[in-house]
């Protein structure tokens, strides 16, 4: 099992940046960042393979988000910068030992938490 607490969503104005945080209970493989909006399915944003350090991004928010790791905190971080109206979300860590695409499957999931950008 494992366990994984995320932190740092909120609400900001188009424009500004948020930092998300994943505390795991142990680290995998793949960890990764997703985000799912009422009435769509849960969608990949940034990934990472934790021992090489290889990271993946959704191509709308390359550019503009960075997947980072503290591996002696087991904590991923998703740095979220330039936010629109659109990436407004609830915001999922995952992790994996197997990626698939770049993104952790078949894993365990946070609670999740919640980011609004408003225009």
């Known amino acids: 099992q494992v366990q994984l607490v995320e932190s740092g969503g909120g609400s900001v104005q188009a424009g500004g940046s948020l930092r998300l945080s994943c505390a795991a209970s142990?680290?995998?493989?793949?960890m990764g960042w997703f985000r799912q909006v009422p009435g769509k399915q849960r969608e990949g944003v940034a990934g990472?393979?934790?021992?090489?350090?290889?990271?993946y991004y959704a191509d709308d928010v390359k550019g503009r988000f960075t997947i980072s790791q503290d591996n002696a905190k087991k904590t991923v971080y998703l740095q979220m910068n330039s936010l629109q109206p659109e990436d407004t979300a609830m915001y999922y860590c995952?992790?994996?030992?197997?990626?698939?695409?770049?993104?952790?499957?078949?894993?365990?999931w946070g609670q999740g938490t919640q980011v609004t950008v408003s225009s």
């Open positions: 995952a992790a994996s030992g197997y990626c698939s695409g770049g993104y952790p499957i078949r894993g365990y």
């Open positions: 142990r680290y995998t493989n793949c």
């Open positions: 990472i393979y934790t021992v090489s350090g290889r990271t």
